[in-house]
């Protein structure tokens, strides 16, 4: 699970890098809550008439892995 985080958080990073990316930033991360919950959480930052590409992205990279 930590692996596949490190990697989708580096695709992500990747993106946001480039000239053209739908967000400007992104993270991965995961936390258990009152011990009956494990969540992951995927959160971006994006220009505001780019939110839908952005959230494309992301669910594209994130069944990637």
């Known amino acids: ?11 992500l990073s990747t993106i946001a890098s480039k000239a ?7 993270n991965v991360g995961s936390q ?3 011990h009956s919950a494990h ?3 995927i959160w971006a ?3 505001t008439d ?4 952005a959230l494309t992205t ?3 990279e994130q069944r990637r892995i």
Do not use: C, Y
């Not at 699970?1 to 695709?11: A, C, I, K, S």
């Not at 053209?20 to 992104?26: C, E, K, L, Q, Y």
């Open 1 to 11: 699970e930590d692996l596949g985080r490190m990697v989708l958080q580096r695709r």
């Open 20 to 26: 053209d990316a739908p967000f400007i930033s992104a």
């Open 32 to 34: 258990d809550l009152l």
């Open 39 to 41: 969540v992951v959480q």
């Open 45 to 47: 930052n994006s220009e």
């Open 50 to 53: 780019k939110w839908q590409a």
């Open 58 to 60: 992301i669910d594209q």
